[in-house]
């Protein structure tokens, strides 16, 4: 008995389905994916064991190792704060302010910054701290 034999056969894989799911896997991991919003300015937040979140106010004071004074990372002078706050401040309804102070900043100009802070008319001002781990 004479057997044949079979030519190989090609396998043909449907690849439609598998980028359909890979598209929609795409789709729900961009959506469900938070951004943080980092300033470019490098600080070391002390850390806190009984610290309270707060949602993030758009004006916020920060104070660099070095001692520089940036608002909204735009910096500005000690001198010209209280200028640069009291505008920003009028043109919201929520007077409060966010203060990002470097760790190693002397405590005497963390004070100075709070104090001109409260004098241009912020109603609520945040010490923001990271989380002790």
Known sequence: MQLRKRGKRSLILNLTSLIDVLFLLLIFFMISTTFLSTPAIKLELPKAQN?????????VVYID?????YVNDEPVA???????LGRRLDEREE???????????????VVEVMDIIKGAGARRLVVSTKPDE
Not at 65 to 69: Q, T
């Open 51 to 59: 610290a309270d979140a707060v949602r993030q106010s758009p004006l």
């Open 95 to 109: 007077k409060a302010v966010i203060l990002k102070a470097d760790s190693r900043v002397s405590h005497g100009a």
């Open 78 to 84: 000690v001198a010209l704060l209280s200028a640069a």
């Open 65 to 69: 190792a070095s001692g520089n004074v």
